[in-house]
């Protein structure tokens, strides 16, 4: 597969390992043509049964995410009139969707260790600016290929969450002040030292992440709609991609609605979408919500996302945690264990088939993206956060 990556905004290429583009948005590697393909029908097995329409080989040591099983539980089917299917995502390896792009991001950082003209530093390392599933999961796929992780998390981070992460033993650097902007300060300093920055919305991440729109149409070939939580516009902007290079492969026709959902405690694309705005302006950080792990006031792909339920015909929507919660408790008496922002994908379900939006009959999956945390452990010394302190982490 080329390397070349694209602006969906502007169409600009470019092939150096740029995350984002001159005009602000996000790139990602271009659509492949359908000689690109593989014989879905045919295949078994992880997300690298897509091996050819992803960047990089399968690398040794990987943990083999996807092909995550696609439930139909009859009591919701009957609850909301849909022909419903759940994708759940806490069977990955790390419990989350995470892994997904993960592995495709670890798969990158060890294709540039064996190029000889790597940049400065350690090409064969990776490092992320997550407090959650991400950091999870980078910190264990990076431990499966031998590779060394960096995890940049805040300082008021729960313990749980810290114990989980450090059990892969990366580096762990906690950090005080302006947590969103390390995510920006990140992808220019991992460029600059030859580390493997795997971010949110990186080309990597959401290659792998793709893999989830491939699945759930090779399952369902007629879906009508997809509903999925949105925190920084990552994950939505992959099934978007993943579906639009089926598309392009003809392997469909017509795209399913994407249907996001945010809490309504910090949902800055659910008030773009309510405003017929075409950009998602950041908004106060300060929200207090049982979904935390979708709680991004100012995502990175918040705009992408944005284009993605314009282009398909979808929404976006907002829960308020009282629904999160029932529904999340609604999930647990079927024997389906989620974290809060999982919940939001029924709670949301739940939303559009009272207001109209899904009807009696339509074919509907619902993606429940993670299934939270647990474990004990220690806690890492914490520091200011300053670019010089970046800097000196990606050049150790």
């Avoid at 014989?39 to 995550?68: C, F, H, K, M, N």
């Avoid at 989830?212 to 991609?241: M, Q, R, Y």
């Avoid at 999160?324 to 999930?331: K, M, N, P, S, Y």
């Avoid at 939006?357 to 945390?373: E, F, P, W």
Wanted: hydrophobic share 40%; net charge negative.
């Amino acid at each position: 597969m080329t390397l070349e990556r694209r602006c969906y905004a502007c169409g600009v290429t470019t092939d150096q390992p740029y995350a984002r583009c001159d005009c602000g948005e996000p790139l990602w590697f271009a659509v492949q043509p359908l000689e690109a393909w593989p014989a879905l029908a045919e295949l078994t097995g992880s997300i690298w049964r897509y091996e050819d329409v992803l960047p990089v080989e399968q690398p040794a040591g990987d943990l083999a995410p996807g092909a995550t099983p696609l439930l139909s539980v009859p009591g919701l089917r009957e609850e909301t009139g849909l022909e419903l299917w759940l994708k759940d995502e806490g069977r990955n390896p790390t419990g989350s969707f995470k892994d997904r792009g993960s592995a495709v991001g670890v798969g990158v950082a060890l294709e540039r260790a064996h190029e000889a003209s790597t940049p400065a530093g350690d090409p064969a390392r990776v490092a992320t600016v997550s407090h959650g599933n991400m950091a999870l999961s980078t910190a264990a796929c990076a431990a499966a290929a031998g590779l060394e992780a960096t995890v940049f998390v805040p300082e008021d981070i729960a313990g749980e969450r810290l114990a989980a992460i450090g059990a892969f033993e990366p580096e762990i650097v906690r950090v005080r002040g302006d947590y969103g902007r390390l995510y920006h300060d990140a992808l220019e300093l991992g460029a600059r030292h030859g580390v493997t920055v795997c971010n949110s919305d990186v080309p990597s991440r959401v290659a792998g992440q793709k893999t989830l729109a491939f699945e759930l149409l090779e399952a369902v070939p007629d879906l009508d709609a997809i509903v999925l939580p949105v925190s920084s516009g990552g994950n939505a902007s992959a099934v978007w991609k993943g579906l639009l290079e089926m598309r392009a492969g003809g392997l469909c026709t017509d795209l399913p609605a994407l249907y996001l959902v945010q809490a309504t405690a910090c949902d800055p694309i659910a008030r773009a979408y309510r405003a017929s705005d075409d950009v998602v302006t950041p908004i106060d950080d300060d929200a207090d919500t049982v979904a935390y792990s979708i709680a991004n006031a100012d995502p990175p792909s918040g705009t992408r996302a944005l284009a993605a339920v314009r282009d398909t015909g979808g929404a976006v929507v907002s829960v308020d945690d009282d629904a999160i919660l029932t529904a999340q408790r609604r999930l647990a008496s079927v024997g389906i264990r989620v974290e809060p922002s999982s919940a939001t994908t029924l709670a949301a379900i739940t939303a559009l088939c009272e207001g109209g939006a899904l009807k009696s009959g339509d074919r509907v999956a619902g993606v429940l993206t993670g299934r939270g945390y647990g474990g004990s452990g220690g806690e890492p010394e914490t520091t200011g956060r300053t670019r010089d302190t970046l800097d000196t982490v990606f050049s150790s």
